[in-house]
């Protein structure tokens, strides 16, 4: 059954270059040492605090994302294509943002309908004609990425706003290096630990002009009921950064500061994890008591950066991301070397009459949704959801796009009988400030069930350790 | 005409808190037909931020105040020197494209009463240029609400300001506002003075009206509450979309426990 997707490890010939050097260590492996090795990394996992909370009835607010000890493996060379298409497309999405908050350029030339951008919930009317330092709007940017074969690969979605999830690539490594270190003396995996000192230069360098020192950055939490808690005080500790909470900052005249027992030091650069809506009571949801009241004025006067900036939400929403690779080659002139999945906006009667007539064999999901909620797998699904999804978009199907179901390249996975393929998918974290950097990897999520084409981690999706072979 | 403001909020808190925030836009817009002659924002006690310009061309600052108190007072005053530009606003300097104000608010959110009147107005009319449909809406908006202090509230929307068949100017341009977006036309809420008497003689003067956007004429103001264009008895602060967006004082009392508001806005035609 799985012969009609690409598999990562195998494929006419035998085993792919890449997974060479773990053909002996898998397949020596005795079962009782597996779940012996199985229980070490939950135990590993559990010690450094990593937990992901699931939302909805009956969620655990402690619940481990499953952790699949089996690596992904990229060879040298698909890493290189890959790191120059992500790249690329970083770039063009952060031109993209600058230009539809100034003169809007990509819109006079009719390249994207002004509509699409002007009256999108995400463009904040109150950062228009603002171009933050180096104009940069997101300074981390999640890609997500699937395979369909060697040489195919497709983005999925862009994240422009606050990708989660690079805790996970971090600590899969290092679980994986405690747990079988030879596999790291036998294969020469490129090392990931430069990403938090490459992230806290990337905050640096978009300080403001008014910081005339080593700049101050903070990570900016909701707090520990958020689900991704734990990445925020990860990050802080690795970067030697503080940890706030709205609470912790204030503004006053044209700076935000932040109490500390040595009394208030002004602080220069916040990577923030709360979304716009929140920052900042004054300017935003008067109800919010997550952000820190008049900080949208600070920012806008040049006082302080926010990563990423206010407004670049526009970039990464559903609707607008057909038009990427018109981008890549509207502001940098290069043909794009990663391809969007063929998308029908269900905002246009004739691709939504497309959409309605194929339900079955297409996935349709929200707009603005994210973590997989909401969404239909036609092909996964019986008649009666298909149906009761149908009524659902004939409501506001404006509130929708579908995509072909992708055939999902597989990745050998523990299960119980031994391995066996499961799909998967990447996202890799770009960092944008001075430089445009990625580190040599990203996180890879892995669909569990047999068959099953939905990585989330909120839908039963684990994580693998994703390795780039080291060039000789 | 020269046109002299003096504007007074205090606000006073039973038990002392731990102080405020406010963002203010307080300060008169630079365009034509509207010159600043003085102009001062006073808070005592507090620290202002720097004067800085929004995307929009409002002048902003921040106000802030961390010490215990009971009051709190912000304190305009200024003269500005003001031109009949037939609502037009020209000269603004302003970043926001215009399609942006294209999208509602929960304030401004039409409800069936307000598609009928934008429908039963615009019926009629035809071919009608922008410019007729939104000088038609803005007397439709004047006759469904009649002018009538204390019927709604502060946070009324426009579908429920249509519901009451009441309103002040802010009910008036909310519901104004929705009108616009029906008939395709970007507008957006504007807050400001306004000098209402003949004589020149002082009065309560703050004021709310619509900007609509009119191809080839750029922001028109249209003041539904009174059925005109502001004119030279009109000083523009800032817009928004909607009234909270736009409001000339947005803040927040720290530690706060109730307050008490007393505003008084007194404006006067000088003598020339």
Known sequence: MSEAYFNEMYDGNGLRPPYRGLEGWYQDMPTEFRAFKQAEAEDLFRRFGITFAVYGDGGDPDRLIPFDMFPRVFAADEWRRLERGIKQRARALNAFLSDVYDRGEIIRAGRIPADLVYRNEAYEIAVAGFRPPLGIFSHIVGIDLVRTGVDQFYVLEDNCRTPSGVSYMLENREVMMRMFPHLFQENRVAPLDNYARLLKRTLASVAPAKCDREPNIVILTPGHYNSAYYEHSFLADLMGVELVEGQDLFVEGDFCWMRTTQGPRKVDVIYRRIDDAFLDPLCFRPDSTLGVPGLMNVYRSGGVTICSAPGAGVADDKAIYTFVPEMVRFYLGEAPILENVPTWQCAKPDEYKYVQEHLAELVVKEVHGSGGYGMLVGPKADKATIETFAAKLAENPGNYIAQPTLALSTCPTFVEEGIAPRHVDLRPYCLVGRDVDLVPGGLTRVALTEGSLVVNSSQGGGVKDTWVIAEE | MILTVVHKTRYEFATPVGGIIQSLRLTPARCEGQKIVNWSVDVPGAVIGGLFSDGAGDHIQTVSLRNLTSTVEVNVSGKVETQDMAGVLRGHRERVPPRAYMRNTPRTE???????????????????????????????????????????????TAAEAMNEGLGVCQDHTHVMIACAHLAGLPARYVSGYLNATEDGSPHEA??????????????????????????????????????????????LVLGGAEESLDVTVVIEAQQQ
């Open chain 2, 110 to 156: 039409p409800n069936r009463a307000i598609r009928e009147l934008v429908e039963d107005t615009l019926a009629v009319m035809g071919t009608a240029s922008a410019l007729d449909r939104a000088h038609a809406l803005a007397s439709a908006v004047h006759k469904a609400l009649p002018y009538t202090p204390g019927a709604t509230h502060a946070h009324t």
């Open chain 2, 206 to 251: 703050s004021h709310a009206w619509a900007e609509i956007y009119i191809d080839g004429l750029g922001w028109v103001g249209f003041d539904a509450s009174n059925e005109s264009c502001p004119n030279d008895h009109y000083i523009r602060l800032g817009s928004g979309l909607d009234a909270q967006d736009a409001a000339p004082i947005r803040g």
